[in-house]
């Protein structure tokens, strides 16, 4: 069911101070709070609920809790925990009086998350534009030269190797058969643990025909119990959508060779890609590929991030500036006049080629647009707070893939 609009108590409570008479209502968060548009957000939030049931939770505070724990960096236990300390949290959060325990589950908030989906998050977005313009923040001219780059957001996962994973398939394998009833003809559990343990060995002592034995070793039990369980499964039908996607990820993690095409670098998170730098320190990284897009010359208030967006399947930078740009205008509103990139969008799929200049370019470079586009690298110190102070250098979260 729809939640309930937070009202204003309309009379005050003689025992409790209310929360704008205890604060300073020149804060910044209590500036925030009157500017936002609570109304245009509950109505985006309205297709996500059901007119039956239950009341949810009021969505002001949810979108309250979701920007604190974004502009702070905070975790969702911690924005938690300072919630229940901060009086300007829960005026933000619509709160009249000031509250001592936490309102709703933690688990709420993924929950939530998981609800409203990608769309909702860049109406905030959206959202906070039209408040940092209506704030002076940014000027309309700020919107109409754009830097455009790419970055990796890493996953939270160790460094992949054929012989973890097929020992790491092993046992998954062993336990979900095990949680099923699903009787084995041997778990290989101690086995490969030890042929895991003399690769490792073998393989720092540079005995690598010894280590290659041990690794062959775990391989071959991994396709036995592949085999196993897939004759189990053929009297036991009911079963096989359970064992589906572990069966999957396990095969490609024993088929898969340094050239395969369709590779898996992580158990638990399969839509983890490698993604080439080509730098010294990082050859690879192992996460998704991520475009940001922030403007040229600096606002007010700085620089904003215009437009942000997950570039699944290691797509060609150049194949998604089409995209991305498009993108920035809808969430802007304002039409692009100069979008400035690196050289790894040459061969670019953007149909107004005169308005795209590349570093090193050399041709229509003059003037106004040859400071603009010196100052193209104003996007890696963005990027770079992003990943310091904006959960972009490491996801942590579990990824749900359809197939």
Not at 128 to 154: E, F, G, M, N
Request: proline share 4%; with cysteine.
């Amino acid at each position: 069911m729809k939640p309930k609009t937070q009202e204003i108590a309309p009379t005050d409570d003689l025992f409790r101070s209310r929360l704008d008479q205890m604060i300073n209502m020149r804060h910044e968060l209590v500036v925030l709070t009157q500017r936002i548009d609570w109304h245009y957000l509950d109505s985006q939030l309205d297709p996500f609920y059901a007119n039956a049931g239950r009341p949810a939770i009021p969505n002001r505070l949810m979108v309250g809790l979701q920007l604190l724990k974004q502009m702070y960096a905070l975790s969702d236990e911690a924005v938690c925990d300072r919630w229940v300390e901060n009086p300007y949290f829960q005026y933000l959060c619509g709160e009249t009086y000031f509250q001592h325990i936490f309102p709703i589950q933690r688990s709420s908030m993924t929950h939530w998350r998981h609800r409203v989906g990608e769309d909702f998050c860049a109406s905030l977005i959206k959202e906070s534009l039209r408040v940092a313009h209506q704030s002076k923040a940014i000027h309309t001219r700020h919107l109409k030269r754009v830097v455009v780059d790419t970055t990796v957001q890493p996953k939270a996962v160790t460094f992949p190797t054929d012989v973890k994973l097929r020992y790491r398939a092993i046992i998954a394998l062993g336990q979900l058969a095990k949680e099923h009833d699903v009787p084995l003809r041997q778990s290989y559990v101690r086995v490969t643990k030890q042929a895991l343990m003399m690769s490792g060995r073998y393989r720092h002592a540079k005995q690598l025909k010894r280590a290659r034995r041990a690794e062959k070793f775990i391989q071959i039990r991994l396709g036995r119990i592949i085999r196993d369980i897939q004759r189990r499964l053929r009297d036991q039908e009911e079963l096989a959508p359970l064992f589906a996607d572990a069966l999957r990820k396990a095969n490609i993690a024993l088929r898969q060779e340094r050239n395969s095409k369709v590779k898996l670098y992580s158990w638990h998170a399969p839509e983890v890609e490698c993604i080439g730098k080509g730098k010294a320190d990082k050859p690879y990284e192992f996460g998704c590929k991520t475009s940001i897009t922030t403007h040229v010359n600096p606002a007010p208030a700085g620089h904003f991030i215009l437009h942000a967006s997950a570039l699944h399947g290691r797509p060609y930078d150049g194949h998604t500036l089409n995209d991305v740009l498009t993108n920035t205008e809808d969430w802007t509103g304002v039409s692009v006049e100069r979008a400035y990139v690196d050289r790894g969008y040459r061969g670019h799929d953007y149909p107004h080629k005169h308005k795209v200049f590349r570093s090193g370019q050399k041709r229509g470079v003059h003037g106004t647009i040859k400071k603009e586009l010196r100052r193209r690298t104003i996007v890696e110190p963005v990027i770079g707070h992003l990943k310091s102070d904006g959960h972009l250098g490491r996801n942590y979260l579990q990824v749900l893939i359809c197939t």
